[in-house]
């Protein structure tokens, strides 16, 4: 269940309220919603005295914060070495047709977010896709296609 945020303006009662203390209250923030609301960034902003544009630009600064919710199903693509060499570029460029979506963005309908990730350390699948925490190896475009009709259905 998600916390309200007065559950969250709880929480940060507890923690200290300092400038020092915004990337420990962001990285909270999004542990508690997973993507960090607009509506807790003002509420940091009151506590730390930093305004919310200042906030905006650590947030967008940082590759680990998300100011929107990932969709259901994250998809992550190995770019590392072994993948790259077996067509991991073709299945993205399959995965970005397929979704819609470019890597960073998820789907209007919140199913799909796509992602791409240095290695998942399944060298010996490659090309490999892990749809949140399945794993999928020795992947052709029409493979990853089928996968993710897949997904839609469910």
Same mark, same amino acid.
């Given at each position: 269940m998600e916390k309200t945020v007065e559950e969250f303006k709880i929480d940060l009662i507890n923690k200290r309220k300092t400038?020092?203390?915004?990337?420990?209250?962001?990285?909270?923030?999004?542990?508690t919603y997973g993507y960090i609301p607009e509506k807790v960034i003002h509420y940091i902003s009151e506590i730390v005295g930093i305004?919310? =544009? +200042?906030?905006?630009?650590?947030i967008t600064?940082?590759?680990?914060?998300? #100011?929107?919710? %990932?969709?259901?199903y994250v998809i992550r693509i190995c770019e590392g070495t072994a993948c790259h060499v077996n067509g991991a570029k073709d299945l993205l460029k399959t995965l970005? =047709? +397929?979704?819609?979506i470019s890597v960073g963005e998820t789907t209007?309908?919140? #199913?799909?977010? %796509?992602?791409s990730v240095a290695c998942l350390g399944c060298c010996s699948l490659a090309p490999v896709v892990m749809i949140n925490e399945d794993t999928y190896g020795s992947l052709t475009s029409d493979k990853v296609r089928k996968i993710i009709r897949e997904y839609k259905k469910r």
């Open positions: 400038k020092g203390s915004l990337i420990p209250l962001l990285q909270s923030a999004q542990d305004p919310a =544009a +200042e906030i905006y630009g650590v600064f940082y590759a680990q914060f998300r #100011l929107k919710p %990932l969709g259901k970005q =047709a +397929e979704l819609g209007e309908d919140g #199913l799909f977010s %796509l992602q």
